[in-house]
């Protein structure tokens, strides 16, 4: 019974890092239709954002909570700089975008280890996030409590955002017919540099949340990068909500999978759900119904 | 056409990724292929000048880049010592440097470049058993020498390699002594999914069923994985008296973190690592393995004046908050070792330099370390360190002599049947 809890928490936890890393993704990808490789390296620069606040500030919680904003500037500007050179210059060549940002990811991991240099670097757990909360059945890692709460309050922001306020009903005109927003005045290259910007800017905050769980080296984003994009397209384009559902999704099939089996076998098994789910709902939990002819 | 994502997109987009990882895996084999069947050509290497040419052949980029630098570092720290000291047989080193990338295609392309382009006498390094084993073919191929410098899962001797790291019986099988001499009864088995883990967890296994020991579970993360939830979980439910970790590079950070939120300590559960040496211990963040155990063959905290002029020398080069590890030691001495080899042949020929090995010692910085004429790795103090609040590794217990390499376990009896 304790281990069926554990392993629901285990789970819930990991779509809740899943969701981190691929919300900015559901956004740049899923809204915008951007593969953007470098997206991992964004997380990357969050992270190294939250060591060089630990560097300024010697107190490990005052200096997380600080590179949460910060990481999310850090990120946003990498995004809009990469969108404003060369993304903007591909936006009907797909294939083109995913090899361009790939080579632009593999030059931001080299500059980081250029920068930062090649082995990992610490970022120290404030002692209010290490150690574990008791919620009566289990044991809870205290840090993965903290990145759950920061998973919802980065989904609850966003939907916030793109239901309320006027930026947000631009992005959704544009997502939903680009030509007909265009024709009603919506500046449609801006909403994109702005829309990239939260994004990657989303990218920045899964960054420095991953500090508390793993390595901060210039290869943090590789291991995400291809989970993220599953989430999203599992989920289903152009929708956060199917983002939040097929993260938290994967985490507890994964998490059942790995407790019964092993982790290799069970990252197979979560792949060939996926495809499978894939064949039958070919647009993902969630798809937006839109009377364009793309 | 609108920007719209569609269905169309979102598929192409998926194949286009899948198509990109194809055609690398493609090329990749590929190249290996073309290294491998390099046929046994007459050595270049050119002694007639005041140089010679050695390679040092180790990842700059990709994901082992952060491990492999490192050795890089020591091994042009020893170049530039016996340069200062008048080189080998008279004749300076002159250095020629390859970056194996990470990929063991590009470390059988590279050491291919080095023997037959460059005419090298002898090439320093690799650092993946992937990344061996690629190299191994081209080395027997073109009869040169590789000098490979770290430890690996044994059951393997080429007469063209010699192996300056430890192999099973220098460390894995010392730290099982030391864990059973503490009493220990029960292990739990958690590794990287690849080569090494693999092995060293069936010789894990063989030691503890002729010793009674227990082994309550045996987990495996892909390399590279960052949740390790689940994985602690099952080993705080089995309840183990010691875990054995062979996970590699930055899973490690992962595992040790979330030991710890789980609130596992070294303690009740200690754990027992074979990959992580002093380089290691700032980026899992030293909150996470203090008074954790590991197994090795030299630390930087060892008390000789000949440690201490390597650590010193290598901190004025490279900066004082560097720090050595035993990868880098062996690395060190193994171009040390091969100058005393080529002394003792007066050769730098290949057949002259594997006939002159036997027997030659040197006194490195982990202690007096000797070649074996016939399997080419070198004898070892085993030493069980536990990193202290100093960010460092102290020695917990010594083999107190240097152990004789023994790659196939042939002088072990619950060894018998173990194959790579």
């Known amino acids: 019974m304790q281990a069926l809890f554990s392993q629901l928490v285990a789970g819930l936890s990991l779509g809740s890092v899943l969701l981190l890393a691929a919300l900015g993704l559901a956004l740049t990808f899923g809204q915008m239709g951007v593969i953007n490789m470098a997206h991992g390296e964004f997380m990357m620069a969050g992270a190294y954002t939250a060591f060089v606040a630990q560097g300024l500030i010697a107190d490990a919680g005052t200096s997380l909570l600080l590179a949460i904003p910060l990481g999310f500037l850090v990120g946003g500007v990498m995004g809009v700089v990469l ?39 610490e970022v120290r757990a404030p002692s209010w996030l290490s150690g574990s909360v008791n919620i009566g059945v289990t044991h809870v890692p205290a840090a993965r409590l903290f990145i759950l709460v920061l998973a919802v309050a980065a989904v609850v922001g966003l939907s916030l955002l793109l ?48 500090t ?53 076998v069970a990252k197979v098994m979560v792949f060939v759900v996926v495809v499978v789910f894939l064949q039958i709902r070919p647009q993902g939990i969630f798809s937006v119904r839109t009377r364009s002819l793309a | 056409m609108s920007v719209l994502p569609t269905r169309g997109r979102a598929v192409r987009a998926l194949a286009a990724l899948v198509v ?76 020629v440097s390859e970056d194996g990338a990470s990929e063991p295609t590009i470390f059988a392309e590279k050491a291919t470049k080095l023997i037959s382009s460059d005419c090298v006498a002898a090439v320093f390094g690799g650092w993946t058993s992937s990344s ?40 894995i099988v010392p730290a099982l002594d030391y864990l059973k001499q503490k009493g220990v009864k029960s292990l739990f088995l958690v590794g990287s999914d690849y080569v090494f883990p693999r092995t060293a967890n069936k010789e894990i296994k063989a030691y503890a069923k002729a010793n009674g020991i227990e082994v309550k579970g045996e987990e495996y993360a892909p390399l590279g994985y960052t949740d390790f939830a689940t994985i602690v979980n099952k080993v705080k ?145 085993a030493l069980i360190g536990k990193v202290g609040a100093d960010s460092l590794i102290h020695t917990e217990w010594s083999s107190g002599a240097p152990v004789e390499p023994d790659p196939f376990l042939k002088n072990y009896d619950w060894a018998k049947g173990l194959t790579g």
């Open chain 1, 83 to 121: 969108e404003a050179t060369l993304i903007r210059r591909m936006y009907h060549r797909p294939l083109d975008t995913l090899l361009v940002t790939w080579g632009v990811s593999l030059i931001l991991q080299q500059a980081a280890r250029d920068i930062f240099g090649a082995p990992n670097v």
């Open chain 1, 163 to 210: 239901k309320m306020t006027a930026l947000g009903r631009r992005i959704r005109g544009v997502v939903q017919n680009r030509d007909l927003a265009e024709t009603v005045g919506i500046s449609t290259r801006s909403t994109d540099r702005l829309t990239f910007f939260i994004g990657s800017g989303l990218a920045g905050i899964a960054g420095v949340a991953l």
């Open chain 1, 212 to 264: 508390l769980l793993g390595s901060t080296g210039p290869t943090l984003g590789t291991s995400y990068i291809v989970d993220a994009f599953l989430v999203v397209v599992a989920g289903g384009i152009g929708q956060i909500k199917g983002a939040v559902i097929a993260a938290f999704g994967l985490g507890l099939l994964q998490a059942t999978f790995e407790y019964s089996t092993t982790a290799s």
């Open chain 2, 20 to 95: 990109a990882g194809l055609t690398l895996a493609g090329c990749g084999s590929r190249v290996g292929d073309s290294g491998a069947s390099g046929s046994p050509a007459n050595s270049c290497v050119d002694t007639s000048g005041s140089t010679v040419k050695v390679g040092f052949l180790n990842s700059l980029s990709g994901t082992m880049a952060i491990s492999e630098k490192t050795v890089r570092d020591s091994l042009a720290l020893a170049a530039e010592q016996i340069n200062a000291s008048g080189g080998v047989l008279g004749k300076k080193l002159q250095v």
């Open chain 2, 132 to 171: 061996r084993k690629a190299m191994l073919p081209v080395f027997e191929g073109a009869n040169s020498l590789l000098f490979y410098p770290v430890q690996y899962e044994g059951l393997e001797a080429s007469p063209n390699i010699f192996y300056t790291g430890a192999t099973t019986n220098q460390q």
């Open chain 2, 237 to 381: 439910s089995a309840g183990a008296g010691a875990v054995f970790n062979t996970l590699n590079g930055d899973s490690n950070v992962a595992f040790f973190k979330e030991y710890r939120n789980a609130g596992l300590t070294p303690t009740a559960m200690p754990v027992v690592s074979v990959s992580i040496a002093e380089e290691e211990i700032n980026g899992i963040g030293l909150d996470n393995v203090l008074g954790q155990l590991t197994a090795w063959n030299y630390y930087q905290t060892i008390d000789s004046p000949k440690n201490a002029a390597f650590v010193q020398a290598f901190k004025a080069k490279y900066g004082q908050s560097r720090v050595t590890s035993d990868p880098m030691e062996a690395a060190y001495t193994s171009l040390f070792l091969w100058k005393a080899i080529v002394e003792k042949a007066k050769s730098f020929k290949t057949a002259d330099v594997r006939a002159a090995a036997g027997g030659v010692s040197y006194d490195a910085p982990e202690g007096t370390v000797t070649v074996n004429g016939e399997n080419h790795h070198i004898a070892k103090t």
